[in-house]
C-alpha cells in the first residue's frame, strides 16, 4: 500500500477549480491529513472504530446544514440543504482511505437528511446535534425482502395506535445495523377506511409511505446481522407490534416517498465520489507494482501495453471526477434540481471504478487475488457501489427518462 494518496491531489481544487468554492480549499487541507491519518491507522475491520474517526477527524458536521449546528455551508437553502460539493471531496478522500469508514459516513447522512429535511424541531435538537458529534449513529430503513428498486411496493405497515403507531414488516440489507442507535424506517400508513379518512392519508395506498424514526433499542424491533464479502455492517430489521411514539412521524403522512427519493438524490453524487477514491487507491496500487516488477528483463511499466492500461484507467477516473464535480456543483448551485446529472455521475463513476479495480487486479497477476492486496480488497469494496443508492440500471432509466421527455 502505498504511504501517500499522491494521486489525491486529483481531489485538490486545483484540478477543477471553477466546480468548486473557495471555503472548499481549507476542508480539502484538512481532508489530506485525515488520509494520511486514515492510511497509518484505520481499522479496516471493526465498524465501531470506523465509525469514530468520523466524530475523530470532524467529518460529520459535514452531513448537516450549518443551520442546524452542522458545517455544511454555501446552500441556496440554508435550512435544508447540505453541502453535496464537501460530501463529494470527504468521500473521495474516506473511499480511497476507509472504505469501511465510508460507508458508515455515508448513512449517517442517510439516516439524518430525512430529519434536516422534515423533522420537527424537537426531533433536529434530539438528533442532529448527537449525530454531528458521532455520539449516535444513523441508519436508513427503505428496502424490504419483496420491495428494492421498486421502493413503493413496500409491505411495512404504520398503524395508528392512540396517540402513537405500530410497526409491522421487515427491512433488509440495512446499513449500520449493528452500531446504529437509530433508524429513519419508511413504512406505509394503515388501518381501516375511517381511521385512514381521520388521519388523511391519500387513497391510493402507494402514496401512503410515511417516515419515522426508530429508535434501536425500540421493543418490537429486532435487528439481525447479514454478512457480506466485505466489512460493512449491514443487516435486517424485524418489526413485530413495534409501537413507537406519535412524535417519531417525520415530516406528513404520505411524504416518506418523496422524503426517500429526496435523500438519496442528495446522497448519490457521493456515491461516484467514493467509487473514485477506491479507483485512486487501485490506480496507485497499480502504477506502483509496475514500476518495482520485472518481467523480460525490464519492468512491466516499460511495456507499451502496460502502459495503455495505466492511460486507460486515469482516462477514466479523470472523467469521472468531471461527472461528479459537474453533478454536485449543479445541485449546490440550482436548488437541487439535477436528477439526471446525478444519475450520470453516480452511474459512470461506479461502473468505472469497477473496471479500473480490475484492470488494476489484472496487473498485479497472481498476486492481485491474494487476500493481503489492496487490490483484492478493493475488487469486493467498489461492488457494491452500483447496486446501492439506486442500481446501475435504475440510474439508466432516470437518464433515458429525462432525455425521452426533452424531446
Ligand atoms: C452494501 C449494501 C448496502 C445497502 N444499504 C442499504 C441501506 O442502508 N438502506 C436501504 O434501505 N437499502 C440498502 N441497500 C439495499 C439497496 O438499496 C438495494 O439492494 C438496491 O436498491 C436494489 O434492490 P434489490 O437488491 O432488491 O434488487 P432488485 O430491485 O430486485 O433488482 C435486481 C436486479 O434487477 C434490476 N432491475 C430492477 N428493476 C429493473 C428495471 N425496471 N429495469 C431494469 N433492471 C431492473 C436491478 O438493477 C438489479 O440489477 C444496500 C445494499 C447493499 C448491497
Redesign the pocket.
Known amino acids: 500500500m502505498s504511504a501517500l494518496p499522491q494521486r489525491l491531489s486529483l481531489t485538490s481544487l486545483d484540478t477543477i477549480p471553477a466546480l468548486f468554492d473557495t471555503h472548499h480549499r481549507p476542508l480539502v487541507e484538512h481532508l489530506t491529513g485525515v488520509a494520511e491519518t486514515l492510511l497509518a491507522e484505520a481499522s479496516h475491520d471493526s465498524a465501531r472504530v470506523a465509525a469514530d474517526m468520523g466524530a475523530r477527524h470532524g467529518l460529520y458536521p459535514y452531513l448537516v446544514p450549518e443551520k442546524h449546528g452542522g458545517a455544511a455551508v454555501n446552500a441556496p437553502d440554508a435550512a435544508t440543504h447540505v453541502d453535496v460539493r464537501a460530501l463529494v471531496l470527504i468521500r473521495d478522500v474516506l473511499g480511497y482511505a476507509s472504505p469501511l469508514a465510508d460507508?458508515i459516513f455515508a448513512?449517517q447522512g442517510?439516516g439524518s437528511y430525512p430529519i434536516v429535511l422534515a423533522g420537527t424541531d424537537a426531533q433536529r435538537e434530539r438528533y442532529l446535534p448527537a449525530v454531528i458529534r458521532g455520539e449516535r449513529i444513523a441508519?436508513?430503513?427503505?428496502?424490504e425482502p419483496e420491495?428494492?428498486?421498486?421502493v413503493a411496493s413496500m409491505r411495512c405497515e404504520a398503524r395508528p395506535d392512540g396517540d402513537g403507531w405500530v410497526l409491522e414488516g421487515d427491512?433488509?440489507?440495512?446499513?449500520?445495523v449493528p452500531i446504529a442507535h437509530h433508524h429513519v424506517v419508511f413504512a406505509k400508513v394503515a388501518g381501516d377506511e375511517e381511521t385512514l379518512r381521520r388521519i388523511g392519508a391519500p387513497e391510493d395506498p402507494r402514496r401512503r409511505i410515511t417516515a419515522f424514526v426508530v429508535e434501536s433499542d425500540t421493543p418490537g424491533l429486532e435487528q439481525q446481522s447479514q454478512q457480506?464479502s466485505?466489512h460493512?455492517p449491514?443487516g435486517a430489521l424485524r418489526f413485530r407490534g413495534c409501537r413507537i411514539p406519535g412524535d417519531a412521524r417525520v415530516g406528513a403522512i404520505g411524504q416518506g416517498f418523496k422524503l426517500a427519493m429526496q435523500t438519496l438524490d442528495t446522497f448519490r453524487i457521493s456515491v461516484g465520489a467514493a467509487a473514485n477514491g477506491m479507483a485512486t487507491a487501485a490506480l496507485d496500487d497499480a502504477i506502483a507494482f509496475v514500476k518495482g516488477r520485472e518481467q523480460f528483463g525490464k519492468p512491466l511499466s516499460a511495456q507499451q501495453m502496460i502502459q495503455g492500461y495505466l492511460a486507460d484507467m486515469a482516462t477514466e477516473l479523470d472523467a469521472a471526477r468531471l461527472l461528479v464535480a459537474r453533478a454536485a456543483h449543479q445541485k449546490d448551485t440550482t436548488g437541487g434540481r439535477a436528477s439526471t446529472e446525478v444519475a450520470m455521475a453516480k452511474m459512470f463513476a461506479t461502473e468505472a471504478a469497477q473496471r479500473i479495480v480490475d484492470k488494476a487486479v489484472q496487473l498485479h497477476g497472481g498476486r492481485g487475488v491474494l487476500t493481503e492486496t489492496r487490490v483484492e480488497n478493493l475488487y469486493r469494496d467498489i461492488r457494491?457501489l452500483r447496486?446501492?443508492?439506486?442500481?446501475?440500471?435504475?440510474q439508466?432509466?432516470i437518464i433515458a427518462r429525462a432525455l425521452l421527455e426533452d424531446r
Open positions: 460507508a448513512v442517510l441508519g436508513f430503513g427503505l428496502t420491495a428494492g428498486s421498486d427491512k433488509h440489507f440495512i446499513s449500520n457480506l466485505i460493512h449491514i457494491p447496486i446501492y443508492e439506486g442500481t446501475t440500471e435504475i439508466r432509466i
